[in-house]
């Protein structure tokens, strides 16, 4: 924001898309005056904002890489900044304030242990959290004693241990992801798996089984207040660190209602280009196939600040426009890692009856594995099939598939093993 209140749009140029530009031509051209020659391949890799930059290239500048290593890429800007603020909106209008961390865990946990079961044992992950539908409203181990009639745990409503309903349901409300009313679907009809948003649904939540406290804890993601406030030009929603000539941050976001949500998200859409067109979310990446560059696109299923899905989102409506998945993955294939969380870590909770969400329990990929990879596409015309990832005793292990491919236990071998799963 400049110091009248005007979006600094030569700022969000830069941060959108020319620096990635000029970053590309200053290297090379520093490359070329030190050995002499151009370099024979150039790459690409980062995640977050770096997978956002990455992709933009590709879209904007795809005579720049030979190879992109992308991961949890934040080519939906607005709407998923937008949807992080809603757990606050959601906590703020339906219970007044925070729940705080040991409930939201609390309920996490739960999740965890409701769909983590593989053959019957517990894994301590999640491997297909689309296919959870846990609903805390109906789970009397995690509910206060007496509510809504169940026995439920010992304890009431202001223990930091078990929910009452309206924190239940706010949560559910939190993982369906931000709605135009502030409403959500029951779980067990619609639990926001689908690459289809609902009627009312405007973005997609965090799933279940990862770690709430990030965005919903005492207080809101900085970025995803700041945006509030230059999407409808008013700093006072901001938290104090945002200061202005026309006024500072108030954390006026505490008053927010969903309508003022829903205008967020439609004035950062509406204001697009005087961010620079920063939703780098274009589909058509036929100059990358057409250069013969190769994408290695991948995403924590446990991400704790980007849903996994509008990843999901995004390589489908890629597919849909060059040709189909069978065509896309050519070039460009994306991998879900469970247990993952936001660029590395964990972001799983521990289940209440699950062995730990910890290094030991959670397989995790090794730095350089996707780059090397994307180095075999490229150089060596080797696409990646699949990826064995290893918990840090190696005593755990699992494949990640190229979606839309899901790992598959046989029924037969043991949970822990990755010889034990199928990419179908």
């Not at 949500?261 to 274009?282: K, T, W």
């Not at 991948?298 to 065509?327: C, I, K, Q, W």
């Amino acid at each position: 924001m400049r110091q009248d209140g005007s979006i600094n749009t030569p700022l969000w140029e830069d941060f959108a898309h020319r620096s990635s530009h000029e970053l590309a031509l200053k290297t090379k051209a520093l490359t070329k005056a030190f050995y002499q020659k151009d370099s024979k391949y150039a790459y690409f890799e980062g995640c977050s904002t770096g997978g956002r930059q990455g992709y933009r290239m590709a879209q904007d500048h795809p005579e720049h890489y030979d190879g992109y290593v992308l991961e949890a890429p934040v080519v939906n800007w607005t709407k998923f900044i937008s949807t992080e603020l809603y757990h606050q909106v959601v906590m703020q209008q339906d219970l007044g304030g925070a729940m705080g961390d040991a409930k939201l865990n609390t309920i996490s946990a739960a999740a965890t242990s409701a769909c983590d079961v593989v053959n019957g044992q517990h894994l301590g992950f999640i491997t297909d959290p689309g296919a959870c539908r846990y609903d805390p409203t109906k789970d009397a181990s995690v509910l206060c004693a007496g509510v809504s009639g169940h026995a439920g745990v010992v304890g009431t409503s202001n223990s930091p241990f078990c929910v009452n309903l309206a924190e239940a349901r706010a949560v559910n409300k939190m993982w369906f992801g931000q709605t135009t009313d502030g409403t959500y679907a029951d779980p067990a009809i619609d639990n926001a798996s689908t690459n289809t948003l609902a009627p009312n649904q405007l973005w997609w939540g965090l799933t279940r089984g990862t770690s709430l406290t990030s965005l919903a804890g005492s207080l809101p993601f900085a970025i995803s207040t700041d945006l509030a406030a230059l999407h409808l030009q008013n700093p006072r929603l901001a938290q104090p660190g945002f200061v202005n000539a026309t006024g500072n941050g108030e954390n006026g976001w505490r008053d927010m209602t969903y309508a003022d949500a829903v205008n967020s998200y439609n004035q950062g859409l509406a204001l697009q280009p005087f961010f620079g067109n920063i939703n780098g979310d274009h589909p058509d990446l036929k100059g990358v196939r057409d250069r013969g560059a190769k994408i290695i696109h991948f995403h924590g299923t446990n991400d704790n600040l980007v849903p996994p899905a509008g990843s999901v989102n995004y390589y489908n409506r890629v597919s849909n426009v060059m040709g189909g998945f069978v065509e896309t993955a050519k070039f460009n294939r994306l991998f879900l890692v469970p247990g993952r969380a936001h660029c590395r870590g964990i972001g799983a909770v521990s289940g209440s009856d699950s062995p730990a969400a910890d290094a030991n329990n959670v397989p995790a990929l090794v730095d350089g594995q996707l780059f090397q990879a994307v180095v075999q596409w490229v150089e060596n015309k080797v696409p990646p099939e699949s990826f064995v990832l290893n918990s840090a005793d190696s005593n755990v292990s699992i494949p990640i598939c190229p979606y839309p491919k899901k790992i598959s236990h046989d029924g037969v071998g043991p949970i822990k093993s990755a010889t034990s799963y199928r990419c179908q």
